[in-house]
């Protein structure tokens, strides 16, 4: 059987002196780093976590206000283009008015041109008979 000594007891002592020796100076403290270590860790994960909801908010407000822009860009582009369009449109209109009073001022002016050449012949026209006519008359 087991016997049981003086130095079983003596180191039976020794070994509960270590251990609660051990357990004070070693692990509590090693418990207590652990213990800091994984909030820092934890806490270092819900502040990414975080973060990358922000960012995520944020990079959604940019698209959504991107999405505005080119809306309103398109829109003012359109618009723009609109009013180009009928400005040209007024110019063209302008141009073929002005065009169109050039060119009947040029016809009235032919015409007129045209009837005073017609007057001025016909006066040569008389002038030329009446001297065939003396010529004639005189042989």
Do not use: Y
């Given at each position: 059987?087991?016997?049981?000594?003086?130095?079983?007891?003596?180191?039976?002592?020794?070994?509960?002196?270590?251990?609660?020796?051990?357990?004070?100076?070693?692990?509590?403290?090693?418990?207590?780093?652990?213990?800091?270590?994984?909030?820092?860790?934890?806490?270092?994960?819900?502040?990414?976590?975080?973060?990358?909801?922000?960012?995520?908010?944020?990079?959604?407000?940019?698209?959504?206000?991107?999405?505005?822009?080119?809306?309103?860009?398109?829109?003012?582009?359109?618009?723009?283009?609109?009013?180009?369009?009928?400005?040209?449109?007024?110019?063209?209109?302008?141009?073929?008015?002005?065009?169109?009073?050039?060119?009947?001022?040029?016809?009235?002016?032919?015409?007129?041109?045209?009837?005073?050449?017609?007057?001025?012949?016909?006066s040569d026209?008389?002038?030329?008979?009446?001297?065939?006519?003396?010529?004639?008359?005189?042989?």
């Amino acid at each position: 059987m087991l016997e049981l000594n003086k130095w079983f007891f003596a180191q039976l002592a020794n070994f509960l002196l270590l251990l609660i020796l051990l357990n004070i100076i070693l692990f509590k403290p090693l418990l207590r780093i652990f213990k800091e270590r994984d909030a820092g860790i934890n806490g270092a994960l819900d502040s990414a976590r975080s973060m990358d909801k922000e960012k995520e908010d944020i990079m959604g407000q940019i698209d959504v206000k991107l999405t505005e822009g080119r809306i309103k860009a398109k829109t003012a582009f359109e618009e723009l283009s609109k009013q180009g369009m009928e400005i040209q449109k007024q110019a063209l209109t302008t141009a073929q008015n002005e065009a169109a009073g050039l060119n009947k001022s040029a016809k009235d002016e032919l015409v007129s041109a045209m009837e005073k050449a017609r007057v001025s012949l016909r006066s040569d026209v008389e002038a030329f008979s009446k001297q065939i006519v003396e010529k004639l008359v005189r042989v």
